[in-house]
T-cell receptor, first 114, second 111 residues
Framework: DARVTQTPRHKVTEMGQEVTMRCQPI?????VFWYRQTMMQGLELLAY????????DSGMPKDRFSAEMPDATLATLKIQPSEPRDSAVYFC????????????FGPGTRLLVL | DQQVKQNSPSLSVQEGRISILNCDYT??????FLWYKKYPAEGPTFLIS?????DKNEDGRFTVFLNKSAKHLSLHIVPSQPGDSAVYFC??????????FGTGTSLTVIP
């Protein structure tokens, strides 16, 4: 049963600290999406990759967020420095194409920045 | 500014009855719409889609209706089952562009 995995599942940190969230896409999937869920905004697309190349990261605050795919089995989302307003659930999704309905979501990383 | 709005944060329905979840959008260029279902501690899963060339799409107990003139879509679940209790997100896009999601509606189906 192939699944997208995300680590850590929960993270509590203090303002100003660096946060790294990791995602292992489903083997064979060539697209990876990062989303953020908040109560006020719902799900927001932060960035997405195809064949490890970033296609769009316009949804990310550029000064503090960065997303990379060091290899085909790992995608990372970093926040440095973190701020309380970054508190949210961060989802990674992978798929065999850019079609939205083919994306499989991971369970998410719940981040709390104090 | 939210381009996709789900104005009802929560909804409770008796088992066996119809659940109707609503979604409004502001961008007239949106032409493709999705509904997702999300259980606690899990990621969203795709449920059903509809293109703007149609006004209805049905998949088993789930039907999505699209009213383009009103910029409104709705998801009907008939009959509702306790396992349908989840948060439902609608999403919309203009062809080839990113999807915009609503804030979700939490559905509780009471046995």
């Amino acid at each position: 049963d192939a699944r997208v995995t995300q680590t850590p599942r929960h993270k509590v940190t203090e303002m100003g600290q660096e946060v790294t969230m990791r995602c292992q896409p489903i083997l064979g999937h060539n697209t990876v999406f990062w989303y953020r869920q908040t109560m006020m905004q719902g799900l927001e697309l932060l960035a997405y990759f195809r064949n490890r190349a970033p296609l769009d990261d316009s949804g990310m605050p550029k000064d503090r967020f960065s997303a990379e795919m060091p290899d085909a089995t790992l995608a990372t989302l970093k926040i440095q420095p973190s701020e309380p307003r970054d508190s949210a659930v961060y989802f990674c999704a992978s798929g065999p194409s850019l079609l939205q309905e083919t994306q499989y979501f991971g369970p998410g990383t719940r981040l709390l920045v104090l | 500014d939210q381009q996709v709005k789900q104005n009802s944060p929560s909804l409770s329905v008796q088992e066996g009855r119809i659940s109707i979840l609503n979604c409004d959008y502001t961008n007239s260029m949106f032409d493709y719409f999705l509904w997702y279902k999300k259980y606690p501690a899990e990621g969203p899963t795709f449920l059903i889609s509809i293109s703007s060339i149609k006004d209805k799409n049905e998949d088993g107990r789930f039907t999505v209706f699209l009213n383009k003139s009103a910029k409104h879509l709705s998801l009907h679940i008939v009959p509702s089952q306790p396992g349908d209790s989840a948060v439902y997100f609608c999403a919309a896009s203009a062809t080839g562009n990113q999807f915009y999601f609503g804030t979700g509606t939490s559905l509780t189906v009471i046995p």
